[in-house]
């Protein structure tokens, strides 16, 4: 059963950097990436690229999030994903991206909602880069007015929200969560346990059991990688198994972040790590780990998936 088991990847991301803008890939390499150098990913990820990493894996639709495609076009990148979608299997839902607290964020969001296959938007706010930093930009953060008066939105659009914030931002988050109660939230990567150290470990489990408790939020198992350090197989499935504990099977998804994650680990290796940290849970346990949670999240069209 495993072997064979349907998997929506929720969480990926595709760019042809030989047409199109990503500051962060096409400019100067960020020292202070949370996975260290990533020389090694700054070059085109297409699904031709997908299919050859997931071919020993039955993945039968994906959900692709936004990569920092060029902010001054942020629509582009959606009708860009759409192009490939024609061509290619996949991504068979997107999350798009509009800045909540600029002046255009309505006409933004707008325009990414008449897109069938947009299905949510991830806004990144302004945060704090380290827990102990006393201060942040508040203009674009989740104290901002205007931010969340954008985010207010999702709700009129009918599309779920994305929310990656840093750990020391959880607390904070749950505030926002509150604000959108009908709208589906979606934590990205595990809420990011990056500290390992006893102390870092009590503190983002502190948070990510406050949010865990708000009946609108899901979560994204996915980007378990350290900077520093190889995979770690027993912490993470250490991890894994709280996150599921906290948000019970039917708010779990298992994602790739790929080909971000290829930094720390292959694609086969990943998700057979996935499989074989759940090998002993309930078939329908499963089946929402790999894809039900997912579909039924992000609202995927069956006629869109590849299905054998």
Not at 27 to 49: A, E, Q, T, W
Not at 161 to 177: M, P, Q, S, T
Not at 206 to 233: A, C, R
Request: net charge positive.
């Amino acid at each position: 059963m495993s072997e064979d088991i349907e998997i929506i990847d929720a969480h990926h991301h595709f760019w042809d950097l030989n047409k199109n803008y990503y500051p962060f890939l096409s400019d100067k390499i960020d020292p202070d990436f949370f996975l260290g150098n990533y020389k090694s990913i700054r070059k085109n990820y297409l699904p031709v690229d997908y299919i050859k990493d997931i071919k020993s894996h039955n993945v039968i639709g994906t959900v692709h999030c936004e990569a920092e495609w060029d902010r001054q076009d942020q629509v582009g990148e959606t009708k860009w994903l759409e192009s490939l979608l024609k061509k290619n299997k996949f991504p068979n839902a997107i999350v798009g991206h509009a800045w909540f607290h600029k002046n255009n964020a309505e006409a933004v969001i707008a325009e990414q909602a008449s897109f069938d296959i947009v299905k949510g938007i991830r806004s990144k706010p302004s945060v704090k880069f380290s827990r102990n930093s006393l201060q942040y930009i508040k203009d674009g953060s989740m104290q901002d007015e205007k931010w969340r008066s954008g985010l207010k939105l999702l709700e009129k659009y009918n599309l779920n929200y994305d929310l990656r914030v840093l750990c020391w931002h959880l607390k904070e988050a749950v505030e926002i969560v509150r604000l959108i109660p009908n709208t589906k939230v979606v934590i990205n990567h595990a809420g990011f346990p990056w500290d390992r150290s006893k102390e870092g470990m009590e503190f983002w489990r502190k948070g990510i059991k406050l949010i865990s408790l708000e009946p609108n939020t899901y979560i994204k198992l996915s980007e378990f990688g350290v900077n520093g350090q190889d995979w770690n197989y027993a912490e993470n499935a250490n991890i894994i198994y709280e996150l599921i504990d906290l948000f019970i099977p039917k708010r779990c998804m298992f994602a790739s972040n790929f080909p971000v994650s290829k930094l720390k680990v292959t694609f086969n290796d990943l998700f057979n790590n996935y499989k074989k940290i759940v090998e002993k849970f309930s078939i329908d346990e499963k089946k929402a780990l790999f894809s039900k949670t997912a579909i039924k999240t992000y609202n995927i069209d069956n006629k869109l998936l590849n299905k054998q």
